[in-house]
């Protein structure tokens, strides 16, 4: 089995920044993709961002230029560095880790832009 833990989200004003992090354990296999998907209250779960252990990334088009993600394989653990939030990036954030057919979800944390 593999666990995920979240850590980073809170309140921050528009135009601040966050950094979350998700550090997976258990049955880990390094060939995987992880990554964050958000979501709000009415509307279905969105990506935000995925790395996969080479290095390749996907982003949402929302977050270009805003958001960061990077990766410690050494440390199972990725990062979302997000800069200039605005109020529209509130929502639950969660990690994800995907390896063939192997999904898993983290506990999601909060992430709230005020304006």
């Known amino acids: 089995q593999v666990q995920l833990a979240e850590s980073g989200g809170g309140l921050v004003q528009a135009g601040g920044s966050l950094r979350l992090s998700c550090t997976a354990s258990?049955?880990?296999?390094?060939?995987?993709?992880m990554g964050w998907y958000r979501q709000v209250p009415g509307k279905q779960r969105e990506l935000v961002a995925t790395?996969?252990?080479?290095?390749?990334?996907n982003y949402a088009n929302s977050v270009k230029g805003r958001f960061t993600i990077s990766r410690d394989n050494a440390k199972n653990t990725v990062y979302l560095q997000m800069n200039s939030l605005n109020p529209d990036d509130t929502a639950v954030y969660y990690c994800?880790?995907?390896?063939?057919?192997?999904?898993?979800w983290g506990q999601g944390t909060l992430v709230t832009v005020s304006s």
């Open positions: 790395m996969t252990n080479g290095g390749s990334t």
């Open positions: 258990g049955s880990i296999f390094s060939v995987n993709v």
């Open positions: 994800n880790y995907k390896h063939w057919g192997l999904e898993v």
